[in-house]
């Protein structure tokens, strides 16, 4: 399995708050598959920047409220 990345992000729980959309329906929306979807919720795969952007824009908040670094 590779090693977590230092960036967390909150995509889990803005999926639920946001009518409990899927994890493919995300990958839809924002053009990746589920399991890249999924491999970022648990922060085995830091998401292009690009991708980061529409993760945040598609919930409508800022990128720091969806990505974090973690020391």
């Not at 970022?40 to 529409?54: G, K, T, V, W």
């Not at 409508?60 to 409220?65: K, M």
């Amino acid at each position: 399995m590779p090693p977590k990345t230092p960036i967390v992000n909150r995509v889990r729980e803005l999926r639920e708050q946001h009518g409990a959309m899927t994890q493919a329906q995300l990958g839809e929306a924002i053009g990746v598959t589920r399991q890249t979807v999924i491999a970022i919720e648990q922060n085995r795969y830091s998401p292009s920047l690009e991708s980061a952007f529409r993760i945040a824009r598609l919930f409508g908040v800022g990128l720091e409220d969806v990505f974090s670094w973690d020391d």
